[in-house]
C-alpha cells in the first residue's frame, strides 16, 4: 500500500449520471493529481492541486469537475460523460509538487455505457 | 506546456540481456525525471529519479543518464529478469516552488523472455 486510497474501485455510469470519484491521503503531501490511463494516452494529467489550489488542469472537458476540500482529500466530480471517458483514473500525491516522488492511488475502473 | 516524448513502446529482451528506453523532453525549464514501473493491475511506482545538476545515477541494476543539452534522458537496466517485464514511464517535471505538473511519456511495455 502506498497510503493513498481511491473509491470506489470500480464504477458502471450511464451517460446522464452523476458520480464522484474520491480519493485520500494521510501521508502529509500538499500535491495532489488526477490522471487518466487509457490505451491511448497511458498517464494523462488531468488536475493538479498544490497546497489545495489548483495549479494545472490541462484543458479538460467541463464535464470533469475537481474539489480540493483539504490537504488530504481530492475529489472527481463527474456528469454527462462520453463512453470514450471510460478509462483507468488514478490519484497521486507527492510531497510538494513537482521534485518528489508521486504516491499513486489503485485507480477507479469508470466504464461509461 | 512540457511534452514528453518516450521509445520504443515495446522491447522485447532475453533474460540476462540489457534493455534501454530513451525519453526527450521540450521544456528546457524542467529538471526533474522520474522513471516509474507500472506492473499489470498495478499502480504505477517510482524506481529512480535524476535532477538535471546530476549527469548520471545507479541504483543497482538499473541506472539513468540525462543530457541536458540534448534535453533526453534514458532508463538502463542490466540482467535483466523476468520480473522485470512491466510498462516503464519517463516523466519530466519542474522543481521549486508550487509547480506541479509531472508530464509522463506513453510508456514502454518491456517483456523479458526466460
Not at chain 1, 36 to 59: C, D, G, H, I, T
Not at chain 2, 96 to 102: D, V
Amino acid at each position: 500500500e502506498t497510503g493513498v486510497t481511491q473509491t470506489p474501485r470500480h464504477l458502471v455510469m450511464g451517460m446522464t449520471n452523476k458520480k464522484s470519484l474520491k480519493c485520500e491521503q494521510h501521508l502529509g503531501h500538499n500535491a495532489m493529481y488526477w490522471y487518466k490511463q487509457s490505451a491511448k494516452k497511458p498517464l494523462e494529467l488531468m488536475f493538479v492541486y498544490s497546497l489545495e489550489e489548483r495549479v494545472e488542469n490541462n484543458s479538460v472537458p467541463s464535464r470533469f469537475s475537481p474539489e480540493c476540500p483539504n490537504s488530504s482529500h481530492l475529489f472527481l466530480h463527474l456528469h454527462t460523460l462520453q463512453p470514450e471517458d471510460s478509462a483507468l483514473y488514478l490519484c497521486a500525491s507527492s510531497l510538494h509538487g513537482g521534485d518528489a516522488e508521486a504516491f499513486f492511488g489503485q485507480g477507479t475502473r469508470l466504464t461509461v455505457v | 506546456g512540457e511534452n514528453v516524448e518516450q521509445h520504443p513502446s515495446t522491447l522485447s529482451v532475453q533474460e540476462g540481456d540489457s534493455a534501454v528506453i530513451k525519453c526527450t523532453y521540450s521544456d528546457s525549464a524542467s529538471n526533474y525525471f522520474p522513471w516509474y514501473k507500472q506492473e499489470l493491475g498495478k499502480r504505477p511506482q517510482l524506481i529512480i529519479d535524476i535532477r538535471s545538476n546530476v549527469g548520471e545515477k545507479k541504483d543497482q541494476r538499473i541506472a539513468v543518464t540525462l543530457n541536458k543539452t540534448a534535453k533526453h534522458f534514458s532508463l538502463h537496466i542490466t540482467e535483466t529478469q523476468p520480473e522485470d517485464s512491466a510498462v516503464y514511464f519517463c516523466a519530466a517535471s519542474i522543481y521549486g516552488g508550487s509547480q506541479g505538473n509531472l508530464i509522463f511519456g506513453k510508456g514502454t511495455k518491456l517483456s523479458v523472455k526466460p
